[in-house]
């Protein structure tokens, strides 16, 4: 597992993404509860928790699919809780869905250069004709996953690997420097889950933030700097991946009892990592 | 640099899946058109294929937000008689020549899209649809209800001048009529076809197949919606001023559920979303009408049900039909010429089925 | 009483059940455990018929259901309590409970099971004219348990009942499983967390990537290192 | 002073025939998701009805209300299997937009196949009671007015008892609100949108026999009633059958009270204008639950 390499001293001042105290209602159920975290510019930090936990929704609020109940989120130091999702994406967050989500009837390239041509910076009136710098951006991103080839292909009938491929090229090809991940893995086999873990680890090379959620855990904790785990909607545990295997009260709303195997007696508190009261 | 070198647009072209329309066929059929008022001496077929073509501009405009853009306008006749009503008043009392006219239609159906745009653009699907359609019905019944002269009530506005075609005997005006229509129809299916294959298509269809996913790839909604619903307000508003100009009146009777349910038949039976779709729509259901010209009754009892049995069969109309067939025939010829090569090149994927964000789960209810 | 074999079931191009097997006796606990989106639900939508399944068979007392209408399969006594409990919001607890009996087999009891339900559970007594999206976690689950008890059961499916419930509630909920266990009706039971489960004498099944690929009893399991890979990936 | 009455008890009888009108496509939109563009051609078939019974054996609107509710009954149930069911389940295509134009081009059969038997001139039916009687000094309202406020009334206290004590009429409730939770109790999904259909499309014939006498009974008879329970759908947004019928009245005392001030012509307009500005504010419309709670 890759250990914290050099991670950036403290997380105050090169805060890339800062949300403070953030919470959603859907009428009564609070989805996301009161919630404060950060990450830092090139950190990958993975969000991990049980079905219903919030993880999707916090994705949501954060990428402005859905407006915030109370609570600020700070992208580069700007306030973004309150701008709408195609402002958000032009300030350099780009976002993948749980969900595969692609333009049934564009091709690769269809679905590749929309992100290249409108994700990259904000226009006044759409152009008659793409310019030949967008298609290269969209060539260049759709190879960068790996679709180099199959630029013609419509995109509705292919494979589920590929429109997981197909999501990540088209947000990279908006150039952001945050990257949203929303189940990267889910539903594929193994090797599957190394390309996309290694094509994650390229994305971290090229300098991008990468924020992810994933129910595979073997995938979370091996490419994660930091995770965070919540529950309820609020922050149970955040720490390196190492803390989190750890933490017993991790392992309890996870498996529900400590297991056989004692926990490591480095609780968690020593590490980094803190914890919220557990609310009722 | 623009994609202007031909090998990086085709490149570009063939990348993005789009159809280069075989130039001989469009050739083709362009002569034949053409022709028609020449070979075909009786003026009674002229004037249907002459309606065709005024249809085939509507539809093609209506074709641009319902089909390609996903924008569920069902008032666009209404857009399309504000136009001729437009062009009507402003040659009728200002005198201003009937070509200034048509373009003053065009931007009075535009300016009325402009006004129930902003409203309807923000509504989730059904919501447009009641919203545009109770528009349609309120802009009839008011134009019926208005006795203040200005738009002649139910008997619409007579007396519209020609097209500076007056000079002419009338079957060489019905001529030259057809030929500016055709050009008309020429000159949308242009703007349709460079449409597509702009950014402004390929963010529009974007938003229609999965709007979640293209506003997070930067492309604004509203922005982009509002400026479809105003070309294509536009160009049905040139469609109503040609057609006052040409039939010299402008009456709310253009307007209505029987009208409505012809170029509905037409968009659907033809295709929504695709660029011949509405072409070759308002071909056929305009054949099958004038056929069923004279038992007027059984001609919208009959339309009515093509288009029930067409939406409930085939709901994305005859042209995706054709071409799935085309795709089948020509990957089953090629499978032929692999037949020695053992087996065709790709496993034969099944039909392309659900959009990828809409079949979260089988609707099996 | 329950046979599945070899089921495969997914949604569009995501593949998520790649052949189950999996047997229920009559009067026995089946516990399926598993970390989240491994194909637990989907195991229960399929059986129900929510979700029809691309392979394989499904038999309930003798007779196939897969493919079949989930509205049928629920008619031949497959109660199935959804994961999320799906409460009618609009409508009180009692009209809830009342369509729980729809089934002509149970409409004519209803009276009768409605106040053994308000037995079981007092809380949904003092509730009955309440709207149900007032209704807290717990109730709801409560009320998703009691809707499904309304009508005669022979196989109950019960879906992550501690789902989003504070540690307290979950132990009440779990004490009325055991009392729903104990008038012996046969139990299939799927938990992400499966510490409750250690009560019954139940057959723990592990579920991962679509297959079953441990089974034993609950201290089997807890001590094998295998759920700790799945679970955290260590 | 007493037209402000007139106006405004003409507004609660119109309200109330606009309330039966609207619930019924409301409900069907909540339990089927789909906009039944046929519903105003329920009306004119339920006119139609009335007039055969009076003019072929002179039986009074009375009957003709059982008669036209039963035969909008088994219209409901055939449209819902030809236009609506085939479509449930598929994929590729946009439901609901798929739905709102198949149950229009029923619409056209319908008012078509009306207009080739019945022939376009207006068809007169008496009401059920002539005569009008004196509210107050200078208001006077006509009997039939009263009757048909009172049978609409009675129709929507029925609805309200039906769906929430009856078997079935719970059963609808539950596929509107929760459709896999209500097929996990062995509710048949198919009976029950025929049902909504058969019921929702009675009511609109209730509608169309107490408007006969009011309105001339014609092949577009039906064309005004959808245009109006479009505006109330709209205005009391989808999916809230306790919002529709607010609504209903809402729409139809303004629509009285803008013509009593500006005149009937331009009632319609006026009350189009009022949508568009509550679209502005509230795209779901103002009872219409937003479209995240629903999902």
């Known amino acids: 597992m ?94 993948t869905f749980q969900i595969p989500a692609v333009l049934p009837e564009h091709t690769v390239l ?155 007696e480095t609780a968690a508190d020593d590490g980094e990592g803190r914890t919220e009261p557990h609310g009722a | 640099m623009a994609a202007g070198s031909d090998d990086a647009r085709s490149a570009l072209v063939r990348e993005m899946g789009w159809r280069r329309p075989n130039l001989f066929a469009v050739a083709g059929v362009l002569i034949l058109a053409a022709m028609l008022p020449l070979v075909w001496r009786n003026d009674y077929v002229i004037d249907v294929a002459l309606t065709a073509l005024i249809w085939m501009i509507l539809n093609q405009s209506w074709n641009l937000q319902l089909g390609i853009g996903g924008i569920w306008n069902f008032g666009q006749l209404a857009l399309f008689a504000i136009g001729g009503y437009g062009a009507a008043l402003v040659s009728l009392h200002w005198g201003s020549p009937p070509w200034l006219a048509m373009i003053v239609g065009g931007l009075a159906a535009a300016a009325a899209s402009a006004v129930v745009g902003i409203p309807v653009l923000r509504l989730r699907g059904i919501y447009a649809s009641l919203l545009t359609f109770s528009f349609g019905e309120v802009v009839r019944l008011l134009v019926i209800s208005d006795e203040s002269g200005l738009t002649g009530g ?54 229609r197949d999965a709007p979640g996913y293209a506003a997070s790839r930067g492309v604004s909604p509203l922005k982009m919606q509002v400026i479809t619903f105003g070309m294509s307000a536009f160009i049905a508003g040139i469609a109503g001023g040609f057609y006052a100009h040409y039939f010299g009146v402008i009456a709310p009777s253009v307007m209505g559920l029987g009208p409505m349910s012809l170029f509905v038949a037409m968009l659907v039976v033809g295709g929504l979303g695709t660029f011949a779709g509405p072409l070759v729509g308002t071909a056929l259901i305009m054949v099958i009408s004038e056929y069923l010209r004279d038992y007027d009754e059984m001609r919208l009892i009959i339309v009515g049900v093509i288009l029930l049995v067409t939406i409930v069969l085939a709901p994305r109309g005859l042209v995706p039909l054709l071409q799935d067939a085309w795709r089948r025939l020509q990957r089953w010829m090629a499978e032929d010429e692999a037949g020695d090569r053992g087996g065709p090149e790709e496993a034969a994927s099944d039909p392309p089925t659900a959009s990828g964000a809409g079949a979260q789960e089988e609707v099996t209810r | ?135 807290s976690g717990g109730e709801r689950r409560m009320l998703a348990l009691g809707r499904g008890l309304m009508r005669e059961a022979r196989l109950l499916m019960l879906d992550e009942p501690s789902l989003g419930l504070a540690p307290v509630v979950v132990n009440e909920m779990y004490r009325h499983i055991e009392q729903i266990v104990a008038s012996g009706i046969t139990l299939l039971l799927v938990e992400e967390n499966f510490s409750h489960v250690q009560a019954f004498d139940a057959r723990v099944l592990l579920l991962e990537s679509g297959r079953i690929v441990r089974e034993g009893s609950v201290s089997d399991l807890l001590a094998d290192e295998i759920v700790m890979a799945t679970y955290l990936g260590t | 002073m007493a037209a402000l009455i007139q106006a405004i008890v003409s507004g609660l009888v119109t309200g109330s025939i606009y309330a039966l009108m609207t619930v019924g496509m409301t409900l069907i939109y909540g339990t089927l998701r789909t906009l039944n563009m046929a519903h105003g051609s329920m009306v004119m078939i339920g006119g139609y009805v009335s007039w055969m019974l009076f003019a072929g054996f002179g039986w009074g609107p009375l009957v003709g209300l059982v008669a036209a509710s039963m035969v909008a009954f088994a219209f409901g149930i055939v449209i819902q299997q030809i236009a609506v069911r085939p479509l449930i389940g598929r994929t590729g295509f946009d439901f609901e ?199």
Not at chain 3, 11 to 22: D, F, K, N, P, S
Not at chain 4, 174 to 203: C, F, H, K
């Open chain 4, 97 to 295: 937009m798929t739905a709102f134009i198949s149950t229009f081009a029923v619409t056209i059969v319908l008012s078509n196949v009306a207009l080739q038997i019945y022939g376009a001139r207006n068809k007169a039916v008496p009401p059920v009671i002539r005569g009008r009687f004196h509210l107050i000094e200078g208001v006077s309202v006509s009997w039939h007015s009263m009757v048909m406020a009172a049978v609409a009334i009675t129709m929507l206290v029925g609805l309200g008892v039906f769906l929430s004590k009856t078997r079935y009429g719970l059963a609808i409730s539950a596929v509107a609100q929760e459709l896999d939770a209500a097929r996990l109790m062995g509710i048949p999904v198919g009976r029950v949108y025929n049902l909504t259909m058969a019921v929702s499309s009675a009511l609109a014939a209730v509608a169309g026999v107490l408007l006969a006498s009011v309105f001339f009974v014609s092949p577009v008879a039906g064309d005004l009633p959808l245009l109006k329970a479009l505006i109330v759908a709209i205005f009391g947004g989808l999916g809230s059958i306790r919002g529709t019928i607010l609504a209903a009245y809402v729409i139809g005392l303004l629509e009285s009270l803008i013509s009593l001030y500006f005149g009937v012509k331009w009632s319609l307009p006026t009350l189009f204008f009022v949508i568009m500005l509550v679209m502005l504010v509230r795209p779901t419309g103002l009872f219409g639950r937003p479209q995240e709670a629903r999902l």
């Open chain 1, 2 to 95: 890759t250990g914290i390499a050099d991670a950036p001293q403290s997380m105050a001042d090169a805060a890339l993404l800062e949300v403070d105290e953030l919470s959603k209602h859907f009428g009564g159920l609070a989805a996301v509860d009161e919630l404060s975290f950060r990450v830092a510019e090139g950190e990958t930090f993975g969000i991990a928790g049980p079905n219903g936990a919030g993880k999707t929704t916090l994705f949501d609020t954060i990428s402005g699919h859905a407006r915030a109940t109370n609570g600020r989120i700070l992208f580069g130091g700007q306030e973004i809780q309150d701008r709408s999702t195609h402002a958000i994406c032009h300030l350099g967050v780009a976002r």
């Open chain 2, 154 to 207: 139910s008997f619409g506005l007579s007396g519209v001048p020609d097209l500076a075609f007056g000079g002419l005997s009338p079957d060489a005006r019905q001529r030259a009529y057809y030929w500016v229509a055709l050009a008309l129809v020429v000159v949308t299916a242009v703007v349709v076809h460079a449409f597509i294959q702009s950014p402004l298509g390929t963010a529009l269809k974007a938003l």
């Open chain 1, 110 to 264: 269809g679905n590749v250069i929309v992100g290249a041509y409108f994700g990259h910076r904000p226009r006044a009136v759409p152009g008659l004709r793409f310019d030949e710098a967008s298609a290269e951006r969209a060539r260049a991103a759709a190879s960068f996953a790996g679709l180099g080839g199959k630029l013609d292909v419509v995109a509705g009938p292919l494979p589920l690997f590929d429109k997981k491929r197909l999501m990540i090229a088209s947000a990279m090809a908006s150039e952001p420097r945050l990257l949203m991940l929303d189940e990267p893995v889910g539903g594929l086999n193994h090797r599957e889950i190394d390309e996309i873990l290694e094509l994650v680890r390229k994305v971290r090379s090229a300098g991008v933030t990468v924020v992810l959620i994933e129910h595979v855990m073997r995938a979370l904790m091996s490419i994660s700097d930091r995770v965070m785990v919540m529950n309820h909607g609020r922050l149970l545990f955040e720490g390196t991946p190492e803390d989190v295997q750890g933490h017993e009260e991790v392992i309890r709303v996870y498996l529900g009892t400590a297991t056989e195997q004692p926990p490591s």
């Open chain 3, 1 to 135: 009483m329950l046979e599945v074999r070899n089921l495969h079931a997914g949604y569009g191009q995501t593949r998520v059940l790649a052949g189950i097997e999996l047997d229920v006796q009559e009067g026995e606990t089946v516990v399926v455990i598993g970390p989240n989106g491994h194909g637990k639900t989907t195991l229960l939508r399929t059986i129900s018929g929510l979700l029809t399944p691309t392979a394989g068979e499904i038999r309930f007392d003798g007779r196939r259901i897969d493919g079949a209408r989930a509205e049928s399969v629920a008619a031949q006594g497959l109660v199935h309590v959804p994961q999320g409990d799906l409460p009618f919001g609009d409508m009180t607890v009692e009209e809830n409970l009342l369509l729980g009996a729809f089934p002509s087999g149970s409409w004519g009891a209803r009276a009768e099971r409605i106040g053994r339900v308000y037995g079981l559970f007092p809380m949904l007594g003092e509730r009955r004219g309440q709207r149900a999206h007032t209704l």
